[in-house]
């Protein structure tokens, strides 16, 4: 049996891109819009936002406290060096609060929920059950996106303040424990070094966050094609695509707000 | 034997300012270098079934899915309840399509509903009161022999109680024009006439407009020679002669165009040689 090999002219793809791009923000700025329009499915938005938040809860709980510990077991062998041990809370804090807890989270509930509403979404595609829906005189936007988005975007925000704390409790761990670092002293250099900025970029990315996540989600879930198969290839394009643009967001919106509150 | 709904669907006799429940004029649709339709025009009275048939892939599920506006032609005109469609936005759609129902070729219940919740779907977005749902849910699951299965879940289902379940989905709301995709598709020779019977007691008793797609010819020509006798309550056959008298027709579809479009009498005398062999 012999296979060809087919190739693709770069014109081709490159209209497959920008027509995917096209798709993608047409069903984000939709699922947005739906936000004003009746009904909303605030039912749905609920049980969402348990699988979400409250399922995701335990992984973001490990991850957090395994973060924190491991930076402040990274740093404190450096801050040893040059006899600044005690600093060890506000570099964890720093890091932490500004980018660790929300890009942590993020990616976790990216491979975690990016890919179970892929998988959901496009199973209820092969099956005919969108169309089911549409043919019932249901909006699947409204019915099964928008909630998505809304209970991703809202539950991420408080996953990552979650994740900042235990972060800062692992830090902690380890710099007392490991390196005796006073405990007041320790929570002091934490709490006096944040300021507004790094509360304000810790807290405004896990909502984008969020967004991007169940966005990318319901967009692959959305346009599977191909029975099974076609699910599980969405399944995986779900995860990559939304933990790459997670990547890219942050260092632009990290960018965006050294830009505007300046530099350190 | 099924039993009866207990009220009949007064939109039935409804009559669409075209004339006809469903009208495609010189419809076509191509899925990039396939061409699946080509100029398909035909009509559906008020009241008829038609019965489509063609060879698998010949387009006639996209027909159905074309009639209820989950897809859009690329050329040509298409009439429900007469009103076109053709570039009806999404939305006003929707509220067309709460006076149409349709049974999908796999059922495509929503698996993470019960088979009540599946039912009710278009009487909970309607925002009808609970005990409502339930009597009309009950009531229709009692047309359907099915109301054992209230609480159970799709995947508890058998393939001929799944499509029943559907059927009763598409018919809760009362619409005044069904659509039926390979309603007996795999199923065994008795749930199939149960089945039959059920699109005949539409038609007869409801008076509802359908268009059912199917591979089964002798499906179709049960309908064509029996009817739905109210009294009884079953399917009954009608005396030689009379065959043609119930609002019963025919469509074959062929390499994306009709090629025969008419009742059981004209197919059955019908000279043209793919349409004998077909029925042959």
């Not at chain 1, 509360?199 to 967004?211: A, D």
């Not at chain 2, 039993?3 to 010189?26: H, M, Q, R």
């Not at chain 2, 025919?250 to 009742?263: H, R």
Request: proline residues 4%; hydrophobic residues 45%; contains cysteine.
């Amino acid at each position: 049996m012999a296979f060809e090999l087919e190739l693709t002219s770069p014109i081709e793809v490159a209209k497959d891109v920008a027509l995917a791009v096209q798709d993608y923000t047409l069903l984000s700025a939709q699922s947005l819009a739906n936000f004003f329009r009746r009904p909303l499915y605030m039912g749905d938005m609920l049980q969402q936002a348990d699988l979400v938040g409250v399922g995701s809860l335990p992984i973001v709980v490990l991850t957090g406290l395994s973060v924190g510990a491991l930076l402040a077991l990274n740093s404190a062998s450096t801050l040893q060096e040059f006899g600044g041990i005690t600093l060890i809370g506000r570099l964890v804090s720093i890091g932490m609060v500004t980018e660790l807890g929300p890009l942590i989270t993020g990616l976790m509930v990216a491979g975690r929920n990016a890919s179970g509403m892929a998988s959901e979404l496009g199973s209820m595609i092969v099956t005919e059950q969108i169309d089911a829906m549409r043919a019932l005189g249901t909006d699947p936007t409204k019915k099964l996106i928008t909630p998505r988005v809304g209970a991703t975007a809202f539950m991420l925000f408080f996953l990552t303040i979650i994740a900042d704390l235990l972060g800062l409790i692992g830090g902690y761990g380890v710099a007392h424990l490991l390196f005796g670092v006073d405990t007041q002293q320790y929570w002091t250099t934490v709490w006096q070094n944040l300021v507004f900025r790094d509360v304000f970029t810790g807290l405004i990315k896990p909502v984008l966050f969020g967004f991007i996540i169940s966005t990318v989600g319901c967009y692959y879930g959305m346009s599977t094609r191909g029975g099974t198969q076609g699910v599980g290839r969405s399944t995986t394009q779900a995860v990559v695509a939304s933990s790459v643009l997670i990547l890219i967001t942050d260092f632009f919106v990290t960018k965006l707000i050294f830009a505007i509150f300046g530099y350190r | 034997m099924p039993p009866t709904l207990a009220s009949e669907n007064p939109a039935a006799s409804a009559v669409s300012p075209s004339g006809y429940a469903i009208e495609f004029d010189k419809v076509s649709i191509a899925f990039d270098e396939n061409v699946v339709l080509d100029g398909v025009s035909f009509q559906l009275p008020h009241g008829e079934t038609k019965a489509l048939f063609g060879v698998a892939g010949s387009g006639k599920s996209t027909l159905l899915k074309l009639a209820i506006g989950l897809l859009r032609p690329d050329s040509g005109r298409i009439f429900v309840l007469g009103e076109e469609i053709t570039h009806m936005p999404e939305r006003e759609l929707f509220e067309l399509r709460r006076r149409v129902g349709i049974v999908f070729q796999e059922s495509a219940l929503f698996d993470s509903l019960k088979v009540s919740e599946n039912v009710g779907y278009r009487l909970l977005e309607e925002h009808i009161s609970a005990e409502e749902i339930e009597r009309r849910v009950r009531e229709v699951l009692r047309f359907v022999e099915l109301e054992r299965t209230y609480d159970m879940r799709p995947s508890e289902l058998s393939g001929g109680m799944r499509r029943r379940v559907a059927i009763a989905r598409a018919i809760v709301t009362k619409p005044e024009v069904l659509l039926y995709d390979s309603p007996t598709g795999g199923l065994d020779p008795v749930t199939s006439n149960t089945i039959v019977e059920l699109i005949m007691k539409q038609r007869d008793v409801y008076k509802t407009s359908a268009l059912m797609v199917t591979h089964r010819l002798q499906d179709a020509f049960t309908m064509a020679t029996h009817q739905f006798d109210k009294a009884t309550n079953q399917m009954v056959v009608l005396p030689k002669g009379q065959h043609c008298e119930v609002p019963m027709s025919f469509l074959i579809l062929k390499d994306a165009k009709v090629i025969f479009d008419g009742d059981a009498h004209e197919l059955a005398t019908s000279r043209d040689d793919y349409i004998r062999e077909y029925i042959s």
